[in-house]
């Protein structure tokens, strides 16, 4: 599912470049969390029911990450100046 008015889904890569991704409804990709830097795989995530907490789960020793927006929004809430890869 699409989360929120900025209509991004969140999902993990675990082979080409581990890390957590958001894909907006036009296709573009966004970094989210690159899991190479950490030497480990994601291995899922979850949100908190207010959406303010992304959860990530690394294969590799067990890890988990509790991930907040730097401007204190909801990871559904709206996006501004964000990059996006080629497709």
Excluded: C, Q, W
């Amino acid at each position: 599912n699409f989360l929120g008015d900025n209509g991004l889904l969140y999902l993990t890569e675990e082979d080409y470049e581990p890390g957590v991704y958001g894909r907006d409804l036009s296709g573009n990709i966004f970094t989210i969390l690159e899991g190479r830097k950490h030497g480990r795989e994601p291995s899922g995530l979850a949100f908190s029911p207010d959406n303010i907490h992304m959860y990530v789960a690394f294969l590799t020793g067990g890890i988990l990450f509790d991930v907040t927006r730097e401007d204190g929004l909801p990871f559904d809430g709206k996006t501004l100046n964000i990059r996006h890869h080629a497709v």
